[in-house]
């Protein structure tokens, strides 16, 4: 099956440092979903990008659709300790025809937040 | 709104014991999934339903049945518990794809512990 590569897996930062993650595939993909998931909660829809080199922010946080419509990348500006948890990336294969209901998800990054 | 609600929060089975796993949605939409959520595995989907009186069998289907009750309601049975299913359940929903998002919502999860 598809599967999305994303890296780094965790990463230990100071608050107040910027924070780079991506998300890769060797497939193309028609969307990019980012979600966070807090500790003992369900994962939360932070951006959703629908089109190749889309830049879409939400608060401190901005994601880009790849060109190559292979990859994309979330930042995170100014990290604060609430910033904490689990930052996933899915979205549907683009050859994922009549299932296109399903989403692929990958294994997450884990971010930690020193005060 | 309360988004997508999961019953119970927490369970602890025996192995051979039954359950059911509650679901239910408030956002109108016609799509439900059911993942799991294992260390080092990601989210991974057991079953989902397009729409209401339809169900389609997802990544990881064996042992679990599933129910979509009305349009709001999307259960989870597992018959036969076994040790191999512990883990965190997540339901999701959402419009469907053709409609324009491939975007799920996220409930809060439930932990299941089957000794």
């Known amino acids: 099956g598809q599967q999305l590569n994303q890296s780094p897996q965790s990463m230990f930062i100071q608050e107040g440092e910027d924070v780079s993650m991506n998300c890769t595939s060797s497939s193309i993909f028609n969307t990019w979903l980012w979600y966070k998931q807090d500790p003992g909660e369900g994962p939360v829809l932070l951006i959703a990008l629908y089109k190749a080199g889309e830049l879409t922010s939400n608060g401190r946080l901005t994601a880009q659709f790849g060109i190559t419509r292979k990859d994309s990348f979330l930042n995170i500006s100014a990290s604060i300790p609430s910033d904490v948890g689990i930052y996933f990336c899915a979205g549907p294969p683009f050859n994922s025809g009549g299932s296109n209901y399903k989403l692929t998800f990958g294994k997450g990054t884990l971010l930690t937040v020193n005060p | 709104n309360a988004g997508v609600t999961q019953t119970p929060k927490f369970q602890v089975l025996k192995t051979g014991q039954s359950m059911t796993l509650q679901c239910a949605q408030d956002m109108n939409h016609n799509s439900m999934y059911w993942y799991r959520q294992d260390p080092g595995m990601g989210l991974r989907l057991i079953y989902y339903s397009a729409s209401e009186g339809t169900t389609d069998k997802g990544e990881v289907p064996n042992g679990y049945n599933v129910s979509r009750l009305n349009k709001r309601e999307f259960s989870l049975r597992l018959e036969s518990a076994a040790p191999s299913q512990t883990s965190v359940y997540f339901c999701?929903?959402?419009?469907?794809?053709?409609?324009?998002?491939?975007?799920?919502?996220f409930g809060p999860g439930t932990r299941l512990t089957v000794l």
């Open positions: 999701a929903s959402s419009d469907l794809p053709g409609q324009g998002t491939h975007e799920q919502f």
